[in-house]
T-cell receptor
Framework: AQSVTQLGSHVSVSEGALVLLRCNYS??????LFWYVQYPNQGLQLLLK??????LVKGINGFEAEFKKSETSFHLTKPSAHMSDAAEYFCAAGGYQKVTFGIGTKLQVIP | EADIYQTPRYLVIGTGKKITLECSQTMGHDKMYWYQQDPGMELHLIHYSYGVNSTEKGDLSSESTVSRIRTEHFPLTLESARPSHTSQYLCASSEGTSGGGTQYFGPGTRLTVL
């Protein structure tokens, strides 16, 4: 069975600072890995997706994530936070037929 | 842009009422899902469907039921709403049947049962 752990349910960064949201997965085989973002009063939308083509995955809005098999991690980063990045971010792992989501990390951007 | 719709967006209802949450998608996806989302908790899968006339219960036990008579439509029904059903309900769809498909989410229905 898969599990997804997101370290830190709340993260605060200053505008212009590095954003780092952590995600570790537990799986017997490297799964499909996703980051989704949820803005207030909206559903989730895909930020980026790892499908084994490349370990560094670039997504929308300047975000990227690196798959590290040895660390079973898929951390999300953005070099410079913008106020519009304030949202909740979900890491997810897809296996044979199902997808498991983490509990989410709320990102606050301080002006 | 994903075309998946949920109605109503907000619903406040009394205990014991029957309710149906609507979900429709225009992308022709075979697989559809219902999730329950509560603050500080992971998304819990409550129902999914691989296609017409296919429905399965998810990981989280739910008193709700679903149907899939048409590809584009996946409604969720609560026969008798209770305060414990208060939550946000998200509908999603994806291509294919493996766990690698991107899921497209609707905006959600926030249900409050008094």
């Amino acid at each position: 069975a898969q599990s997804v752990t997101q370290l830190g349910s709340h993260v605060s960064v200053s505008e212009g600072a590095l954003v780092l949201l952590r995600c570790n997965y537990s799986s017997s085989v490297p799964p499909y890995l996703f980051w989704y973002v949820q803005y207030p009063n909206q559903g989730l939308q895909l930020l980026l997706k790892y499908t084994s083509a490349a370990t560094l995955v670039k997504g929308i809005n300047g975000f990227e994530a690196e798959f590290k098999k040895s660390e079973t991690s898929f951390h999300l980063t953005k070099p410079s936070a913008h106020m519009s990045d304030a949202a909740e971010y979900f890491c997810a792992a897809g296996g044979y037929q199902k997808v498991t989501f983490g509990i989410g990390t709320k990102l606050q951007v301080i002006p | 842009e994903a075309d998946i719709y949920q109605t109503p967006r907000y619903l406040v209802i009394g205990t014991g009422k029957k309710i149906t949450l609507e979900c429709s998608q225009t992308m022709g996806h075979d697989k559809m899902y219902w999730y329950q989302q509560d603050p500080g908790m992971e998304l819990h899968l409550i129902h999914y469907s691989y296609g017409v006339n296919s429905t399965e219960k998810g990981d989280l036990s739910s008193e709700s039921t679903v149907s899939r008579i048409r590809t584009e439509h996946f409604p969720l029904t609560l026969e008798s709403a209770r305060p414990s059903h208060t939550s946000q309900y998200l509908c999603a769809s994806s291509e294919g049947t493996s766990g690698g498909g991107t899921q497209y989410f609707g905006p959600g229905t926030r249900l409050t049962v008094l």
